[in-house]
T-cell receptor, first 110, second 113 residues
Framework: GQNIDQPTEMTATEGAIVQINCTYQTSGFNGLFWYQQHAGEAPTFLSYNVLDGLEEKGRFSSFLSRSKGYSYLLLKELQMKDSASYLCAADQTGANNLFFGTGTRLTVIP | GAGVSQSPSNKVTEKGKDVELRCDPISGHTALYWYRQSLGQGLEFLIYFQGNSAPDKSGLPSDRFSAERTGGSVSTLTIQRTQQEDSAVYLC???????????FGSGTRLTVV
């Protein structure tokens, strides 16, 4: 079967670093997406990992281990505006759609 | 427009009534997706349109749900005889043809009372 697990909620302090983990089990795998979704707004694309390793993009980095079925999103120098839900999604071989996890709601506190 | 537009943004309907949700994708995007986001649930795939091909309806939860895409552009998702469990945010996304590069709309929040 297919499954994606990520923590439901996390809290972190402004200026700190937070890591949001995602584990996945899919039948066929092309790559792993991370999206950011502020309350009441559209999800927006953050990153797409196909190969193993860390990809850095400004304050946000994303890591993938295909052999372990594991990814994480790393947010550095947290800002209040980073309070949002972070959605992990798998791009499965032969599928016309992405398979999403339930999302992690991150709250950044002063 | 520059983004994916969905209307209405909010819809409250009585149980048993039919509703239509509209999605206007980015001009030139050949792929269009409908997803449903319920409280505590991940985005649930509903239906996928690609150009003039037959749509992938594998995610539609029941025969009360249907969707069409006219002229390869605007799409309408119809829910007949709405039930309370249909209450959710319905998100539309479009892309230039693959799972990469989705642009989502802001969604329609449907509440069935």
């Amino acid at each position: 079967g297919q499954n994606i697990d990520q923590p439901t909620e996390m809290t972190a302090t402004e200026g700190a670093i937070v890591q949001i983990n995602c584990t996945y089990q899919t039948s066929g795998f092309n790559g792993l997406f991370w999206y950011q979704q502020h309350a009441g707004e559209a999800p927006t694309f953050l990153s797409y990992n196909v190969l193993d390793g860390l990809e850095e993009k400004g304050r946000f980095s994303s890591f993938l281990s295909r052999s372990k079925g594991y990814s994480y999103l790393l947010l550095k120098e947290l800002q209040m505006k980073d309070s949002a839900s972070y959605l992990c999604a798998a791009d499965q071989t032969g599928a016309n759609n992405l398979f999403f996890g339930t999302g992690t709601r991150l709250t950044v506190i002063p | 427009g520059a983004g994916v537009s969905q209307s209405p943004s909010n819809k409250v309907t009585e149980k048993g009534k039919d509703v239509e949700l509209r999605c206007d994708p980015i001009s030139g995007h050949t792929a269009l997706y409908w997803y449903r986001q319920s409280l505590g649930q991940g985005l649930e795939f509903l239906i996928y349109f690609q150009g003039n091909s037959a749509p992938d309806k594998s995610g539609l939860p029941s025969d009360r749900f249907s969707a069409e895409r006219t002229g390869g552009s605007v799409s309408t998702l119809t829910i007949q005889r709405t039930q309370q469990e249909d209450s959710a945010v319905y998100l539309c996304a479009s892309s230039s043809g693959s799972n990469y590069g989705y642009t989502f709309g802001s969604g329609t929040r449907l509440t069935v009372v």
